[in-house]
């Protein structure tokens, strides 16, 4: 069977680990987001879609970040128990499949956020899976990629109209119904 998630394959304390990296990188980013907004500076900028992919490090994209905010902050609350620092450090336990999931919607973010793919030290980058569709109107369910993941995913969706109710989503590792 192959794994569900690039963390997924980490033993408890690695897995850990690898959180504590992931938490301490949306930390930093979103600590430089703080200060940037209390200084009135104001950095964001539009990643352009003919971009290609890199591996190589770059700067964080700011809009990203101002759009993901939220849902780095809820996802930080979930890993806090795992992170350094943590009054009381649990270790990781890689059958817990919200935690992994969890742990990969962060990185995932990350990756986004730094126009590259993040993956644990000494692991290679995934291969990427491009996938881009538009659809004029949702009324049930849509889904560019639904499933396990083996592979760093990049979906652009675009839809007309998504009636209420429906749902249309770029990644789906959950049930999808």
């Not at 700011?62 to 939220?70: D, M, Y």
């Not at 059958?95 to 692991?123: C, D, F, M, T, W």
């Amino acid at each position: 069977m192959s794994e569900m998630l690039t963390l997924a394959g980490l033993g408890g304390a690695a897995l850990s680990e690898g959180i504590r990296f992931l938490y301490g990188q949306a930390e930093e980013l979103l600590s430089r987001r703080r200060e940037e907004r209390a200084n009135g500076v104001r950095t964001e900028t539009e990643p352009s879609p003919s971009a290609a992919p890199t591996t190589e490090p770059t700067a964080p994209d700011h809009a990203v970040i101002e759009r993901f905010e939220q849902d780095m902050r809820a996802l930080m609350d979930e890993l806090e128990p795992y992170r350094a620092g943590s009054a009381s450090p649990v270790l990781a336990d890689p059958a817990n499949r919200q935690l992994i999931a969890s742990a990969e919607e962060l990185r995932l973010i990350l990756s986004v956020v730094h126009g590259r793919s993040i993956v644990p030290p000494g692991k290679e980058p995934a291969q990427t899976v491009d996938v881009q569709f538009d659809v004029e109107q949702v009324a049930g369910y849509v889904a560019g990629v639904r499933g396990q993941a083996p592979a760093d995913i990049k979906v652009r969706l675009s839809a007309g109209t998504v009636e209420p109710g429906a749902r249309a989503i770029g990644v789906d590792f959950g049930s999808g119904s």
